[in-house]
């Protein structure tokens, strides 16, 4: 049986954090019903902690959603984890999300801590929460930049307090895909306790591998990817999730794992999101970007209008768009033709001719061009 991969949506916490962004409770609400739909299995819902906005977007998100696990990231203080056990109280399923540093830039210069002090607050932050929520995960903050046998360390100290979820990030973006995988095999070679418990990956996009750290991660055995919709997230953004899911279907012949994801929800999704946050989707954009499916070349759009599989690896109508093989200086009279014929302009031979030929003129000279235009000189 393939191996099942657990979606963990943060783009309502990591993805709001891109700058400008600042989602209402109810917004928060609504794409938090639309990722149900879309089948995530975790919602990270916000930082309750972090204001009294986020606290009320995490307990509006844990008061809509029945299906999937509600989570609130947390630093390992008091005060942050009973402000999240607070707002996730409505939940179905809830989850703490402790994230706590454990390179040394980060325990010497941000927390101001020994590496003692940050193993006795992992174990003393994971029992806390263990009483209050239903799941507790912990990250171990900046872990490709980490010591592996102190990360190790922290794990197991992490699990034997309760953690049944356990986060391995690269928080900057720094690793290469050949050395994440290897950096996990490594961990979960010194911390035995790591196969009881559900093991993630959360990977940002500093260097552009955020996608493929993640799927890396997965080939090394993470059961969890943690991602965003849109890539969205800090500086470059997170792993994109639609990006993730349809590498993980396409290529199931290499990766033999599946996930919960409608993948027929995703444009949906992303409209959404891009809407709500104001954040635009580039047209490139793989999977969800305008240009994703369009084919204006000549020769890709002869190869397509034959066989569609000649250019195209992704049936668009399962990520919920329609191929499109729009008209350019690019395109080829087979495309051409066509779109006429599509249009309702019947018109063959050196009719045809004609009008592809001055449509070719217009497109060189730039600007927009439509076929009425064409038409109109071809037959005045």
């Known amino acids: 049986m393939s191996r099942r991969i657990q979606i963990?949506?943060?783009?309502?916490?990591?993805?709001?954090?891109?700058?400008?962004?600042?989602?209402?409770?109810?917004?928060?609400?609504?794409?938090?019903?639309?990722?149900?739909?879309?089948?995530?299995?975790?919602?990270?819902?916000?930082?309750?902690?972090?204001?009294?906005?986020?606290?009320?977007?995490?307990?509006?998100?844990?008061?809509?959603?029945?299906?999937?696990?509600?989570?609130?990231?947390v630093r390992a203080r008091r005060e942050d984890i009973d402000a999240a056990a607070e707002a996730l109280a409505?939940?179905?399923?809830?989850?703490?999300?402790?994230?706590?540093?454990?390179?040394?830039?980060?325990?010497?210069?941000?927390?101001?801590l020994e590496p003692e002090e940050v193993v006795e607050q992992a174990r003393w932050a994971v029992e806390y929460s263990a009483g209050l929520v239903d799941e507790v995960e912990f990250s171990c903050e900046d872990a490709t930049r980490s010591d592996p046998a102190f990360v190790a360390r922290v794990c197991r100290v992490a699990i034997r307090a309760g953690a049944t979820i356990v986060n391995l990030p690269d928080t900057v973006g720094y690793a290469l895909p050949a050395q994440y995988a290897a950096f996990i095999v490594d961990v979960r070679r010194r911390c035995r306790d790591l196969r009881k418990v559900t093991l993630s990956v959360h990977c940002h996009n500093d260097l552009g591998l955020a996608v493929?750290?993640?799927?890396?991660?997965?080939?090394?055995?993470?059961?969890?990817?943690?991602c965003?919709?849109?890539?969205?997230?800090?500086r470059a953004g997170n792993a994109s999730l639609e990006e993730i899911v349809m590498a993980l279907s396409v290529r199931d012949d290499v990766f033999d794992v599946e996930t919960g994801i409608e993948t027929e929800q995703i444009?949906?999704?992303?409209?959404?999101?891009?809407?709500?946050?104001?954040?635009?989707?580039?047209?490139?954009k793989a999977i969800v970007g305008a240009n994703a499916f369009a084919h204006e070349a000549g020769i890709h759009q002869d190869g397509m209008l034959k066989d569609v599989r000649t250019y195209q690896i992704i049936d668009p109508a399962s990520v919920g768009v329609r191929m499109t093989l729009p008209l350019g200086k690019?395109?080829?009279?087979?495309?051409?033709?066509?779109?006429?014929?599509?249009?309702?302009?019947?018109?063959?031979?050196?009719?045809?001719d004609r009008a592809f030929r001055r449509f070719k003129e217009r497109a060189d000279a730039g600007g927009g061009v439509t076929l009425e235009d064409v038409f109109?000189?071809?037959?005045?």
């Not at 703490?96 to 830039?105: A, D, M, Q, Y």
């Not at 444009?267 to 490139?284: C, D, I, K, P």
């Not at 014929?341 to 063959?348: D, K, L, R, T, V």
């Open 8 to 73: 963990f949506d943060t783009t309502l916490r990591d993805g709001e954090q891109s700058p400008g962004i600042a989602l209402l409770p109810h917004e928060k609400a609504e794409i938090a019903e639309q990722l149900e739909r879309l089948g995530v299995d975790v919602v990270e819902a916000g930082f309750a902690g972090a204001s009294p906005g986020d606290f009320e977007g995490v307990r509006a998100v844990a008061a809509a959603l029945q299906a999937p696990t509600v989570a609130s990231l």
């Open 90 to 112: 409505g939940a179905v399923r809830s989850r703490i999300h402790i994230v706590l540093g454990t390179s040394s830039i980060h325990m010497e210069k941000k927390l101001g």
């Open 212 to 226: 493929a750290n993640s799927l890396a991660g997965v080939q090394a055995g993470a059961q969890q990817v943690e």
């Open 228 to 234: 965003t919709i849109n890539c969205l997230g800090e």
């Open 267 to 284: 444009a949906a999704t992303s409209r959404l999101v891009a809407e709500r946050t104001g954040y635009a989707v580039q047209r490139n």
């Open 330 to 352: 690019h395109s080829g009279r087979h495309a051409f033709a066509r779109a006429c014929a599509e249009q309702g302009f019947s018109i063959a031979g050196d009719e045809l």
């Open 376 to 380: 109109q000189e071809v037959t005045a």
